[in-house]
Nanobody, 114 residues
């Protein structure tokens, strides 16, 4: 079973940047579309970005032009570069395949506040 470990979150001021990482324990992860999801308090978990094994990307309208998803299949790792962060980006961020196939990791908290 693939295990997912997210890291890189933290507290950042509006307009700042963060880079999230997701390390997957199994090589099977690299063949699937990978996605970054986020869940704000009291809200459902939503997909914000996805990337195919070949590198094609897709983004939610709310993050388009600000976030960049990438992956390193050799390292079974997916990244999310987040720029021009806004308070509404505050959430716990998770990675998984798209659609989700694996147990969710613990996520990484991103807080955007002055």
């Amino acid at each position: 079973q693939v295990q997912l470990v997210e890291s890189g979150g933290g507290l950042v001021q509006p307009g700042g940047s963060l880079r999230l990482s997701c390390a997957a324990s199994g090589s099977m992860f690299s063949i699937y579309v990978a996605g970054w999801y986020r869940q704000a308090p009291g809200k459902q978990r939503d997909l914000v970005a996805s990337i195919t094994s070949g590198g094609s990307t897709n983004y939610a309208d709310s993050v388009k032009g600000r976030f960049i998803i990438s992956r390193d299949n050799a390292k079974n790792t997916v990244y999310l570069q987040m720029n021009s962060l806004k308070p509404e980006d505050t959430a716990v961020y998770y990675c998984n395949s798209n659609p989700p196939r694996y147990y969710w990791g613990q996520g990484t908290q991103v807080t955007v506040s002055s």
